[in-house]
């Protein structure tokens, strides 16, 4: 019998207790034995919530939580039977693909949830959370860790809830994002060899966000710079059309 420990960063800066408690029974009504390690001191972030979590864990098998998200009750012993049937050391929600695919999509901003859908093996997974990264620390975790061990897919596993205290209810100043986002593919490019192919699409996205963003704040100038720069690195239609927009609405008295 396999046995999952279960880290749960949490801070009630953050999440109501009672939305803890939720997440928990979760847990505990999976169809497989767990450990739950809960780590309460998240005010260094919760990548080091994460490798505390990791640390602590009793079990070969670990996986993650967030503490205003919900299991499937099946959740665990499904994706425990797809490593074992594809010999991959990593597992999280997703219809199946390669990890060419899955690398790519990840950068091209087409996977967005992570964290509460992440199973790991660490006999074959190595990798912990970039505890320096302001931004996008489950996402470079799910990149290395599916680098290192092969990546598995399971649908459906979890529901994300969003509530007025959430952390990704809060905003971030653009040029705070632009560093962040910068930071992030340094270290992908650094440690994720299948992303070097992709990194050019990554940054075409993060400036064409940004570039929206400004627009709607009304700062149309700097918005136009970002499309410019999205657009030195590949002519991509829709960057094409903000820009557009965007000189169209500078332009109006």
């Given at each position: 019998?396999?046995?999952?420990?279960?880290?749960?960063?949490y801070s009630?800066?953050?999440?109501?207790?009672?939305?803890?408690?939720?997440?928990?029974?979760?847990?505990?009504?999976?169809?497989?034995?767990?450990?739950?390690?809960?780590?309460?001191?998240?005010?260094?972030?919760?990548?080091?919530?994460?490798?505390?979590?990791?640390?602590?864990?009793?079990?070969?098998?670990?996986?993650?939580?967030d503490?205003?998200?919900?299991?499937?009750?099946?959740?665990?012993?499904r994706?425990?039977?797809?490593?074992?049937?594809?010999?991959?050391g990593?597992?999280?929600?997703?219809?199946?693909?390669?990890?060419?695919?899955?690398?790519?999509?990840?950068?091209?901003?087409?996977?967005?949830?992570?964290?509460?859908?992440?199973?790991?093996?660490?006999d074959?997974?190595?990798?912990?959370?970039?505890?320096?990264l302001?931004?996008?620390?489950d996402?470079?975790?799910?990149?290395?860790?599916?680098?290192?061990?092969?990546v598995?897919?399971?649908?459906?596993?979890?529901?994300?809830?969003?509530?007025?205290?959430?952390?990704?209810?809060?905003?971030i100043p653009?040029?705070?994002?632009v560093?962040?986002?910068?930071?992030?593919?340094?270290?992908?490019?650094?440690?994720?060899p299948?992303?070097?192919?992709?990194?050019?699409?990554y940054?075409?996205?993060?400036f064409?966000t940004?570039?929206?963003?400004?627009h709607?704040?009304?700062?149309?100038?700097?918005?136009?710079?970002?499309?410019?720069?999205?657009?030195?690195?590949?002519?991509?239609?829709?960057?094409?059309?903000?820009?557009?927009?965007?000189?169209?609405?500078?332009?109006?008295?």
């Open positions: 019998m396999v046995t999952v420990s279960v880290v749960i960063p009630e800066r953050f999440t109501p207790p009672e939305m803890l408690e939720e997440a928990k029974g979760t847990v505990s009504a999976q169809s497989v034995d767990t450990e739950l390690v809960v780590v309460d001191d998240v005010e260094t972030g919760p990548a080091d919530a994460r490798n505390a979590g990791l640390e602590r864990a009793s079990h070969r098998y670990v996986a993650f939580l503490a205003d998200d919900l299991w499937e009750a099946d959740k665990l012993e994706q425990l039977d797809r490593m074992a049937e594809t010999g991959a990593f597992c999280m929600e997703g219809e199946p693909m390669s990890l060419d695919e899955f690398v790519y999509r990840v950068l091209a901003n087409e996977i967005t949830s992570f964290t509460s859908s992440m199973l790991v093996d660490t074959q997974v190595s990798a912990t959370f970039e505890s320096g302001d931004r996008g620390e996402r470079l975790y799910a990149l290395e860790a599916a680098s290192e061990g092969g598995a897919f399971c649908p459906s596993l979890f529901s994300r809830r969003r509530h007025e205290g959430s952390m990704m209810a809060s905003g653009t040029d705070e994002y560093a962040a986002c910068k930071q992030f593919a340094y270290l992908v490019d650094q440690r994720v299948e992303a070097h192919p992709y990194l050019d699409i940054y075409v996205q993060i064409t940004v570039g929206r963003a400004l709607d704040e009304g700062e149309y100038d700097r918005a136009v710079s970002y499309f410019m720069r999205a657009l030195r690195i590949s002519p991509h239609p829709y960057t094409l059309w903000y820009l557009l927009v965007t000189l169209g609405t500078r332009v109006l008295p």
